[in-house]
């Protein structure tokens, strides 16, 4: 089958709209992952171990199983019992979901690494556990582990087809639909790998660049 221009063209507006989903998908899922990681992480490292047994086990159940299932799970389990989600609702918390355990340990490590003397200075000063957390511990944290961070969320990018499984009409779904539509593969699933490619070096260039900001900024 030859390469047809005309109709790589004809498709692109399309395709360009299905981004606009996946990109949508990419930066919810991964909002909800950083968010969900740092309370995981948190809660893992807690002294009770009421509470931390049971995080990291389920930490470890999520990390343990596949992507693709929790989105099955997620989208035709839980109405059984009366919780209702639309396809793309459901895919972006499973990919929240899923990726929060995987950040959940980022952040470990870069809370592990803070020294202790640290959190005996916050003691001493009579600081809280919030403003120890908030305002000496993370800032010290989150430099360290943003490259690991950065390298999940273009992980989970590269996931989100994963999503036409459930029909969210993003990028890969679409280009799906055209292929059924006019039994031409070739230029839809070009495009949209080639898409994937751009956006991940763009994404791999910004992260970069954020992690020398912040190196500089730790510098002074």
């Not at 990419?26 to 909800?32: C, K, N, P, Q, S």
């Not at 009421?50 to 995080?55: A, T």
């Not at 556990?129 to 990018?157: K, M, S, W």
Request: glycine share 6%.
């Amino acid at each position: 089958m030859d390469w047809d221009w005309s109709y790589a063209f004809e498709i692109l507006p399309v395709l360009a709209k299905a981004s606009l989903v996946t990109i949508q998908a990419t930066i919810l899922g991964f909002i909800l992952a950083l968010t969900l990681g740092l309370v995981f992480a948190i809660l893992r490292m807690a002294r009770s171990p009421y509470v931390s047994v049971p995080v990291s086990a389920f930490v470890e159940f999520i990390r343990s199983t596949p992507l693709l299932i929790q989105i099955f799970f997620l989208y035709f389990v839980f109405p059984e019992f009366g919780l209702n989600l639309d396809a793309l609702t459901a895919g972006i918390i499973a990919l929240g979901l899923h990726y929060g355990t995987y950040c959940a340990e980022v952040y470990r490590a870069g809370l592990d690494n803070v020294p202790r003397g640290q959190w005996e200075a916050s003691t001493a000063l009579n600081l809280t556990p919030y403003h120890t957390f908030r305002d000496i511990i993370v800032p010290q944290a989150i430099p360290p582990i943003v490259p690991a961070l950065g390298n999940y969320f273009v992980a989970l990018f590269k996931e989100t087809p994963l999503l036409s499984a459930i029909a969210v009409l993003e990028l890969m779904q679409q280009a799906k639909i055209l292929g059924s539509t006019t039994f031409r593969y070739i230029e839809p699933i070009t495009l949209v790998g080639l898409f994937f490619l751009v956006f991940s070096l763009v994404a791999a260039a910004l992260i970069r660049g954020l992690e020398r900001r912040l190196n500089r900024i730790g510098a002074r």
